[in-house]
């Protein structure tokens, strides 16, 4: 279904996400923060899209809610939410954005970059889910899983729906050969993407 080129190798579970899993916890904490701030940028560059708007509304309240889901494992376990952190990963398919063009290439770019960076997260999870020595977590990850899943659709079919003859699926193909070499430089750190 993601069609990403490069799987995350499970190792990277063992070796770095084990060892770490307050430095995780806080990464992620600010990924889904980050990833309700991307669906209000969304509202308020197509404040006329009633869909959109309410469908990225809605993808705000659940983001949010995952944000504080992990907060909440954050104090169970004693550690505090330490500082955000920059995401190289989602700066590198920043990169890729076009910049200018139309107002529907622009949407269809930014709807796109918000569904690659929602498949890889969906991936992670799932290779954290099947690989993590820890029940809480690997539960977590996999409901997780499930709904980054979903954003991921989301996004794809309202690129889709918007794409005003834009050809979406050679787009998607050229984000996910750029993703393919972006995310050979990533999975050796303690963060989400990284």
């Known amino acids: 279904m993601l069609k ?5 190798d499970p190792q990277w579970v063992k070796n ?20 309700a701030s991307n669906a209000i940028t969304l509202i308020i560059q197509n404040p006329e899209m009633n869909d959109l708007v309410q469908e990225m509304a809605l993808l705000v309240q659940e983001e949010m809610d995952h944000f504080k889901r992990v907060h909440d494992i954050i104090l169970q376990r004693g550690y ?3 500082k ?5 990963y989602v700066g590198e398919l920043v990169k890729f954005m076009k910049k200018g063009g139309s107002r529907s290439q622009q949407r269809v770019d930014r709807l796109l970059f918000s569904a690659m960076i929602e498949a890889r997260s969906c991936e992670r999870f799932k290779v954290l889910s099947e690989n993590i020595n820890d029940a809480q977590l690997s539960d977590f990850y996999y409901e997780l899983m499930v709904s980054e899943a979903t954003h991921y659709a989301t996004f794809i079919r309202l690129a889709r729906k918007y794409a005003d003859g834009i050809d979406v699926d050679t787009r998607w193909a050229e984000y996910l050969a750029y993703e393919a070499e972006v995310i050979k430089n990533y999975g050796k750190r303690e ?3 990284g």
């Open 16 to 35: 770095v996400v084990e060892g770490n899993i307050e430095e995780i916890l806080t990464d992620h904490a600010y990924c889904e923060q980050k990833a």
């Open 4 to 8: 990403l080129q490069l799987p995350t």
């Open 80 to 82: 505090v939410l330490g």
């Open 84 to 88: 955000e952190r920059k995401d190289d």
């Open 191 to 193: 963060t989400i993407h």
